[in-house]
């Protein structure tokens, strides 16, 4: 992993820029045109596009160079900054960055929000800005004062010299901009945070939302846009032979019918009338080559893998030792493919026009979203700028970059600007899936009845693969072992294997990525190991946590906030670490009889500090919500190569009368920020077999429950 803090010659690079005629201090280390200027705004100060800007009115402004889909970056992120610069968190203004190196997520190598990186990856480098900031700005003081910058103090955007004397961040901007920038200023200890970490913190976003002004893609409003539905193929991969639009013209409303490479889309004056266009549409499709596939086909393949070698991902020990009365156990985990579901369906506007090409929406990854959009325009990356709003819901879906390509691709064949708007139906029948898995898990307990021996090995198809081939190498996808090369459980003799199998449909990165398969089938494995030993589930998984002291402190907080009962049928319990945050999760049902249901959940995370903690807690009561919805009833089934759910009446989610009482907790830690976006998900489906194996004896090795 990349280390998190500006490299040195990144500090070197940090560039501060005046601008002569607004005295506007922008720090940086890299200055592209913002999105404001390339559609001509006014305002001179913001033309330049950084980590920060600090105008002569005292405005200052955080460019955040990650997207905002609820996850809470629109506040946090300038927490960060507000920390150092001394500020309260009031005084700051977002802007979502365009397209830069700058903006590269350095734990990802690319300009993407995902694998819950946001804070981890910003903690140092936005407090590293904002120290930096804090210290030219008491220099450029000093100077004006001719007083020793020591007596010199920096506090809710002025600059307080001991005399009296002051000025606002503001009115030292321009002088402060010429300054040298420390190349390591000194960064606040925990102890001296006075907006990291504090429960009153509330979120920036909150009044735009509340007020209906924050523009989601689905808001995109261009002047002589159209709105245009897309036709595409019911197969996954078909394209269009041929089509009869006769019958799309003649709806009112209606104002053009264009084919692109993969679908035909309807342009027309609003939504109804495109997708009343959509609906007389007479289309020939060539299927491709997924017109036959199956779910009984993808998995007898994904079966036939458990007989390949594959990659050795980790070993410990040797799992061929034989072990003095050790008893034998294994097992087998199915879990189907999953759809991301966001509320907010697939959406993108774009103009092309005048050999540029601008694209405004929801996006995850915005780098990518250059590149395709300039394939597809057939201009220059340069010349594709990128608008990033605000999503409404992320989950992995909107990394993809089909739906960008596919407004860039109508736009230019319509000459229109254009919002291009999926339906729900669209949305479930034609996602990047989280890929199907199958998992075998063999072990032998010790005399101890612990385990001596373990043996996992997972078979799936790699998303990597598909999306960034280059990261795979030798049958090894890094984004495979998440949940299995990370186990914190002590066992002397262990061995991970990971087989990739190619299944044809087109998968994706979906929230904790394989987290959540992995985590099901080895903390499945580790319960049943607990009930061949005859022991407790919390007591087994105390004993092998020694050497994971956050671990065990988490596990043994769920436990006492639980009220956990040892011998009780009604419990189930996991736990893991995932993406720098170690958590445990208990799982209470209401009886112990077959028809039960989940009655609690309580969740413990040492997520380390937690910048802003209530934002926390919602964030892994989300993943908690999200993940119990996926185990008790969400699965994609294909049927000759088309996907069979389309809608929530049979693609879930938990209504807010089904979503059980669900406690969070936080352990209180010094430790680096951990991820949390995606933490919640993982320990759900694997506590409630867990809890449904204890109430009823009936192992759920498959998902979902309800199936």
Known sequence: MKNNSLPNQGRRQFLQQGAAATGAFVIGTHLPLSSQAATGGSNQAALANAWIQITPNNQITLICARSEMGQDVYTSLPA???????????????????????????????????????VREAFDKLRTAGAATRSVLVQAAAQKWNVAAADCKAMNGKVVHANG????????????????????????SPAN????????????????????????????????????????CPVIGGTPTSFDASGAMKVSGV??????????????????????????LKITWNEGPNANLNNAVVRKSLEDGLSQKGAVIKTVGDTGAAVPNGKAISAQYFLPYLAHSTMEPVNCSADVSNGKCRIIGPIQFQQGGQAVAAAAAGVKPEDVTIETTFLGGGFGRKLELDFIRQAAEISKAAGMPVKMLWTKEDDITHDFYRPMSIHRVEGVLGANGQLATMKAKMVSQSVTARAFPGFVKDGFDPFMVEGSNNITYEIPNLEITNVITDTGLRVGYWRSVSNALNAFAIESFVDEAAKAAGKDPVAYRLASLSKHPRAKAVLETAVKKSGYVAGSKRFGVAQMECYDTYSACILELDTAAPDTKVKKITFVSDCGIAVHPDQARAQLMGGVIYGLSAALGNVITIENGRVQQNNFNDYPSLRQNQVPNIEVHLIPSQEKPGGLGEVGVPLVAPALANAIAAATGKRIRELPVKA
Do not use: C, H, W
Not at 197 to 217: H, I, N
């Open 80 to 118: 960060l900054l507000a920390e150092e610069l001394n500020l309260p968190l009031s005084m700051i203004k977002v802007e979502i960055a365009g397209v830069a190196p700058v903006y590269i997520n350095a734990m990802l190598g690319g300009q993407i929000t995902g694998g819950s990186t946001s």
């Open 165 to 188: 004397k002051s000025a606002t961040y503001g009115e030292l901007a321009a002088d402060a901009a010429k300054l040298p920038l420390p190349e390591k200023p000194t960064l606040k």
């Open 193 to 232: 945070f006075m907006v990291i970490g504090k429960e009153s913190m509330r979120r920036l976003d909150t009044p735009a939302k509340v007020a209906g002004k924050a523009v989601y893609g689905i808001d995109v409003k261009i002047p002589g846009m159209a709105i245009a539905s897309l036709a595409q």
């Open 255 to 280: 104002i053009k019918v264009v084919q692109i490479s993969d679908g035909v889309a309807v342009l027309a004056k609003d939504f109804y009338a495109a997708r009343k266009g959509r609906d007389a």
